[in-house]
């Protein structure tokens, strides 16, 4: 799996070196380089994979892929301003806003998120029109008030509500802040070839709740050098987070379960997905 992320990472940044270049080098061209360095890259890995699984050309997947990227890049530089999380620190550099300023990140994320759905339409990238127009309004679904800036209304809220949410009400934020672009990534293959997405979008929720929980025990356990940006955030808020509702070793052991249910669903791939299998392992085994 680690060859297969460093083959998908060193892809992914040839590819935005590529379509960045007619960009010139103004503040808002360098920010969106900047962004869009570094990441573990588990989302373009997923599409990767899941077009290996269904026959479809790298040369192919590499539009989507690099597309997931820039809507996950964008989120993550408006998610870091002042008013949203007000971190300094993304990937252990600083974040746009800081190397920069405020205006700046903002034009970065509007232009990060416009790249996004140029790359995932791009005619080199799915094969058939439909499936461009698919995965197209996909992502459209997926990034926007259904999915992850609904999570993101929802994870601000929390900050000033009158109680901390319940479990069941965090499951359903983070499936639109965390999971709803990771169920995209997962399903894009199968989108791409026209094929069933049941297998991968079963895959994919339980991966990106893991995902999540997963960052919540690393807010607790990491460090802010290990981790590349601040931690205990959420504690110091007063935010329910899995840990805290949970318990540190039960929300461990609920990410190993749901690592296991995402596992089992791609039973129909044989072997041919065990690279998928191993991304879901490291979900729960990263320290950042």
Do not use: N
Request: with cysteine.
């Amino acid at each position: 799996m680690q060859d297969a992320r460093a083959a998908v990472a060193a892809e992914v940044q040839s590819h935005f070196d590529k379509v960045l270049a007619p960009f010139g080098d103004g503040a808002v061209a360098q920010g969106m380089r900047y962004a869009t360095r570094g990441g573990k890259r588990v989302r373009a890995l997923l599409v990767m994979e899941g077009a290996r699984l269904h026959g479809i050309a790298r040369a192919r997947a590499i539009w989507p892929a690099a597309g997931i990227e820039a809507m996950h890049a964008y989120s993550l530089v408006h998610d870091d301003l002042p008013c949203m999380d007000d971190d300094d620190m993304r990937r252990g550099q600083p974040t746009v806003h800081v190397k920069w300023d405020e205006a700046t990140a903002v034009l970065v994320g509007d232009a990060l998120h416009s790249l996004a759905f140029e790359l995932v339409s791009h005619p080199e990238g799915a094969p058939t029109p439909e499936a461009r127009a698919d995965l197209t309004l996909g992502l459209a679904r997926a990034a926007g008030g259904q999915g992850m800036v609904l999570g993101q209304e929802l994870d601000i809220a929390a900050e000033t509500a009158d109680a901390p949410l319940t479990l069941e009400e965090i499951t359903h934020l983070q499936a639109g802040k965390t999971g709803a672009l990771i169920e995209w990534a997962a399903t894009s293959g199968a989108v791409m070839a026209g094929a069933d997405t049941g297998p991968l979008s079963a895959y994919a929720g339980a991966l990106g709740l893991a995902f999540q929980i997963q960052d919540d025990v690393i807010d607790v356990t990491g460090s802010a050098e290990a981790v590349g940006k601040a931690v205990g955030k959420d504690a110091a808020a007063g935010k329910a987070t899995f840990v805290s509702l949970l318990g540190l070793d039960a929300a461990i052991t609920r990410a190993q379960t749901l690592v296991d249910a995402a596992c089992d669903a791609l039973s129909l791939y044989g072997d041919d997905a065990e690279t998928l299998r191993q991304i879901a392992r490291f979900v729960i085994a990263r320290k950042s």
